[in-house]
Nanobody, 125 residues
Framework: VQLQASGGGLVQAGDSLRLSCAASGRTFSRYDMGWFRQAPGKEREFVAAISWSGNTVYTDAVKERFTISRDIAKNTRYLHMNNLKPEDTAVYYC????????????????????WGQGTLVTVSS
């Protein structure tokens, strides 16, 4: 599986962006998919995830502002980001888990075994 993240850019606070994560090499309609981000000087952190069954989960910092969605036909997942803040500035990574045990929370990084290359989001104040 290869994951291609795109859609990042430089925006102003309050603007919106849509990140895309396209998969190739394998259909991942029945797999879990997550978005993570890494800000300069910080560790990579969980942002949002959607399970193979469509359940979504978000970190508190992005709830009510970010929405994760999917287009199964296009084998693509999206992260819709609204009301962006300077603290959202980071490299955003998409990742897929093909072997999650159902009891393991979607925000657990170690369950994701395929990762995209990242796309940079910069939010100016």
């Amino acid at each position: 599986v290869q994951l291609q993240a795109s859609g990042g850019g430089l925006v102003q606070a309050g603007d919106s962006l849509r990140l895309s994560c396209a998969a190739s090499g394998r259909t991942f309609s029945r797999y879990d998919m997550g978005w993570f981000r890494q800000a300069p000087g910080k560790e990579r952190e969980f942002v949002a995830a959607i399970s193979w069954s469509g359940n979504t989960v978000y970190t508190d910092a992005v709830k009510e502002r970010f929405t994760i969605s999917r287009d199964i036909a296009k084998n693509t997942r999206y992260l819709h980001m609204n009301n962006l803040k300077p603290e959202d500035t980071a490299v955003y990574y998409c990742a897929v888990s093909t072997n999650r045990i159902m009891s393991t929370p979607l925000h657990t990084q170690r369950i994701y075994n395929y990762w995209g290359q990242g796309t940079l989001v910069t939010v100016s104040s």
